[in-house]
């Protein structure tokens, strides 16, 4: 039987230190208008297929929310038979919430975007308007427009010349696609975030070149009245030993400079031990063929740009330890 929660205590729980799940189980569309900050959404028609993935400890305490019409009771029923033992409802659901003085958002992947603004924030990415690289293209000017998007959107729709390189991909693949340290590399996205995670990663990793962001992205590029392309299929160029080291030694740097930490397998085992009192997630965050090609059994595939996009996608349970996969030791 599911206990309930008041707002204030699903606060409390919510800035504490023990793990914690709290799913909205209401429609996407709906659950982007009016949520909670740090709720995961997993529709309740979708809980059976993807609540092992994103909460796979069955013992974790999980609060379920939604907008007051009964989905939370329904999705609690569900959950229990699927063996979930520490069930919460949220009295009242997110307008509780807000009846309380907490704040409410809108939009998908807040969490995510929030993260990107504050990087550009505090280390000042550089960056350049679409009339901006539009100018720089009439000109001539030697650059390079990186993609940061998985090649499934970049098909859909590219900036004119674009590569497409998604996020993790950047520092493994760019001494591939501009050798020449004179060579301006603009990286865009659909919109913002992952430009700007994008550059600043190379940034962070100490390559020779101008690295700027493209403001707004595609959908900036198009506001602006210029055309982009359609159905095109530009994969990042593949890895030469050279350029692979190079990737290595310049994101060792970049994670000895932040403090990235490192396991071994012996210790992933231990963690993999105690996984029915501690949440672990596996995520391999190479390329799809890469994974499928070989990978860590129990392991989950999560493309790394992707990941820093939108991360509660990937994982809902809050202070779970989480081991990033890539024998290369570059994308993760």
Request: proline letters at 5%; glycine letters at 10%; a negative charge.
């Amino acid at each position: 039987m599911a206990r309930t929660i008041n707002a204030r205590e699903l606060h409390d729980a919510l800035n504490g230190t023990g793990e914690i799940a709290l799913i909205d189980v209401r429609p996407e569309a709906i659950f982007g208008a009016n949520h909670i900050l740090l709720a995961a959404n997993i529709p309740l028609g979708l809980l059976e297929l993807r609540m092992a993935d994103r909460v796979p400890r069955l013992s974790v305490a999980v609060v379920l929310c939604d907008g007051g019409e009964g989905l939370s009771e329904l999705a609690a029923q569900r959950l229990a038979g699927l063996g979930y033992t520490d069930l919460s409802i949220l009295e009242g659901g997110v307008n509780a919430w807000g009846a309380a003085g907490l704040e409410l958002f809108s939009g998908l992947f807040v969490p995510s975007k929030a993260f990107g603004e504050y990087v550009e924030h505090e280390y000042e990415t550089p960056s350049v308007s679409a009339e901006e690289l539009h100018q720089m293209m009439e000109q001539g000017e030697n650059m390079v427009v990186l993609d940061s998007r998985p090649m499934s959107e970049f098909t859909i729709m590219n900036i004119p010349t674009g590569i497409d390189m998604p996020g993790a991909e950047l520092v493994y693949r760019v001494q591939e696609a501009a050798p020449d340290p004179d060579t301006t590399i603009v990286v865009n996205c659909a919109g913002r975030t992952r430009s700007i995670i994008g550059a600043q990663s190379l940034i962070n990793a100490g390559i020779p070149n101008k690295v700027v962001a493209l403001r707004n992205g595609t959908m900036g590029w198009h506001l602006a009245g210029y055309q982009l392309e359609h159905g095109n299929m530009r994969p990042p160029p593949q890895v030469s030993p050279e350029g692979g080291n190079l990737a290595r030694q310049r994101s060792r740097a970049a994670a000895d400079r932040f403090g990235v930490r490192r396991v071994d397998a012996a210790t992933l085992d231990r963690w993999r031990s105690e996984s029915a009192e501690r949440t672990l997630y596996v995520l391999d965050v190479r390329t799809a063929e890469e994974f499928a090609a070989g990978h860590i059994t129990g392991s989950r595939h999560a493309p790394g740009g992707q990941l820093v996009q939108s991360t509660d996608s990937f994982m809902s349970t809050h202070r779970a330890r989480v081991v990033l996969v890539d024998p290369e030791m570059v994308r993760a």
